[in-house]
């Protein structure tokens, strides 16, 4: 199936800079890989005390460039108010089938954020649906086939969770902080007027360096990025483990 819009992996956040966070490392090692790679914000990020919506947008595809991402879009969601219903639902299996992606990465499935959650959730159930024939879409106008993506793989945001799986971001966490930064409006700035938040306090993004410090001292490294995965893990056998060390 000729697709030219095929992604090998779609990530997606219900707030610009969710991805970032949690899964920027690991999006940049397979920029690097050669493999396609997109985001898709569900919301603006409209209810955020700092910024607005235009500010974020901006944000968001100077990350992208930072990242070297091949294609990010809003869903236009409505920031703190979507629910998992069949028209969200509908509209992300739209851009399922339309990306083909090979794996999802998605928020974490508990944390202090509800948004995160609800949309971790809402994600799964989207892309079991999107597998299923009798569920018609159309993109533009036209029919779409049924895709369902290999593996969704779920972030670990504020609250402590134990990973499934750790990717190595040795090489990778510089370029995952300075997408971070690309969120001016977001995170610290000293003389930024806007009211201060607990992502904007100046520990926070140290917070999130040493976070994937200790996931990569799990596995022998410098960095790390630890996702959830709801199935279980399948390997051809024990020789697969046995390939040379992850860069």
Known sequence: MNNPNK???????????DIELGAGGTLVKHVMKGHSVGILDLTQGELGSRGNAEIRKIEAQESATKMGIKVRVNAGFADGFFVNDAEHKLKLISYIRMFMPEIVIANALEDRHPDHSRAARMVADA??????????????????????????????HDKDMK???????????ETKMEAIKSFKSQFFDADSPEPMTYIATESFLHNIAHKDALMGKKIGTAAGEGFVCENILGIPGF???LLPQIS
């Open 7 to 17: 992604l090998y992996m779609l990530a997606i956040g219900a707030h610009p800079d």
């Open 127 to 156: 892309c079991f649906l999107s597998g299923l024939s009798k569920i018609e879409t159309d993109w533009e106008g036209q029919p779409q086939q049924p895709w369902r993506p290999k593996r969704i793989f779920h972030m670990i």
């Open 239 to 241: 020789d697969a483990l």
């Open 163 to 173: 990973p499934d799986i750790i990717v190595d971001i040795s090489n990778t966490c």
